[in-house]
């Protein structure tokens, strides 16, 4: 029996989506987009990057043939020849487009109610939500209460943190309740803890996530965002992926924040990273001690959280190829029976306006010794991918979602 790694490239979209409009993205396609910026000398960056994108083991798995399948249009710089892996695009069927929504989906449970949100007023919070998160965590207040830029809220914010110990609270387009705070002068478990109180008082809002965003340094040096970020999620939907394994007795690792999305629920063994790079080298070496029909489920969320919501297109197409060219130390850790999907939660067209993810479809690329290359269609639900590798592995299908496997 193989072992399965599925690995999320965190909002690297493909472009059109149907119901885009809905959620005012129609036309957004972030690797469309950013193929056609890098030819036009658009994601170009002194010292970083230049010249169009390159992704050669991406497309000789199917990228460019996704990317077509899905737009109609196809992408300058990549291949529409016959791939080595199995390709196509991915439907996401859940209400949102923020992590949550995709992840669960992936492993086979659509998200069908409402996530909650806050509106962009100022403030942006519910009175009487900061009422009791002042007096439950025993603080002398609060700052920021609005929508924001969680880098940009810091520097202007963390002196005033520091001086007064109030937590710096945010939101944005997303269900999320942000809580940003110093790790020396306010405290790395007290921010924890805090989180925690918010996320029970946020569970009858649908607030999908309460993270904590830790930072250090000065107003005279700077603040910067640290490695230790935490996600603070609604349980998962059960019957999924996870839970299938977990109670087949399979050995599950999770790597970067999977644990936070699915609320560390039949989640196994828990490795985080400081980046894409760490987190590739901690699937590997997941890999290399995994037990047969054991699975890997792998967040790389550098794509999003650094270039994406910053709408920095040199730096996601670099950050792209830099994923791409470590597509062969993951393909050499495959052992004969092993089956690797690469797919994708959501959009983050970085060439988009505002900051916000993109509703848009996602790629599926599949591939493993035995596995039969060629087209998978367009899969009519993200949960495809967790029906599929439920199948690869054995285990009791999750509650949605079709294999592509004959």
Not at 159 to 170: D, Q, S
Request: some cysteine; proline content about 7%; glycine content about 12%.
């Amino acid at each position: 029996m193989g072992r399965a790694i599925v690995i999320v490239l965190d909002s690297v979209g493909c472009g059109g989506a149907a119901d885009a409009a809905a959620y005012g993205d129609e036309g957004a396609d972030t690797l469309g987009h950013l193929a056609l910026a890098c030819a036009a000398g658009e994601g170009d960056r002194a010292g970083l990057r230049a010249g169009p994108l390159r992704a050669p083991n991406l497309d000789a798995l199917g990228l460019g043939l996704a990317m077509q399948a899905s737009t109609g249009r196809a992408p300058p710089g990549f291949s529409t020849k016959i791939a080595r892996g199995q390709w196509g695009y991915g439907i996401e069927t859940s209400k949102g487009k923020d992590t949550p929504s995709g992840h669960w989906e992936i492993v086979g449970t659509p998200v069908a109610f409402n996530w909650g949100y806050f509106p962009p007023t100022d403030p942006a919070f519910p009175p009487e939500l900061i009422a009791a998160v002042i007096a439950e965590a025993k603080l002398p207040g609060i700052l920021g209460d609005r929508h924001a830029s969680g880098t940009a809220i810091i520097d202007v914010l963390g002196e005033e943190h520091v001086r007064t110990g109030k937590p710096i609270c945010y939101t944005s387009v997303d269900s999320v309740f942000q809580i940003a705070a110093h790790e020396e002068s306010f405290g790395l478990e007290r921010l924890y803890e805090l989180c925690r109180i918010v996320r029970r008082l946020c569970d009858p809002l649908a607030i999908g996530r309460v993270i904590a965003r830790p930072f250090v340094g000065s107003a005279s040096e700077g603040f910067t965002r640290t490695p230790r970020r935490k996600d603070f999620s609604i349980p998962p939907l059960p019957d999924n992926l996870l839970q299938r394994c977990a109670e087949a007795g399979r050995e599950i690792v999770c790597v970067g924040k999977i644990g936070d999305i699915f609320a560390h629920r039949h989640t196994g063994r828990e490795v985080k990273g400081r980046n894409n790079s760490e987190n590739i080298d901690l699937a590997l070496a997941a890999l290399g001690e995994l037990a047969d029909g054991g699975l890997v489920f792998v967040n790389l969320v550098d794509f999003d959280s650094d270039y994406g919501h910053r709408r920095d297109a040199p730096g996601y197409a670099a950050c792209i190829e830099a994923f791409d060219a470590r597509l062969p130390e993951i393909e050499a850790r495959l052992k004969p029976g092993d089956f690797c999907v690469l797919t994708a939660d959501h959009g983050n067209d970085p060439i988009w306006r505002g900051t916000d993810h993109t509703r848009e479809h996602v790629p599926i690329l599949a591939f493993g010794a035995g596995v039969a290359p060629g087209p998978i269609g367009a899969r009519q639900s993200l949960a495809d991918i967790g029906a599929t590798v439920a199948q690869r592995l054995g285990v009791g299908a999750p509650a949605h979602g079709q294999s592509w496997l004959k």
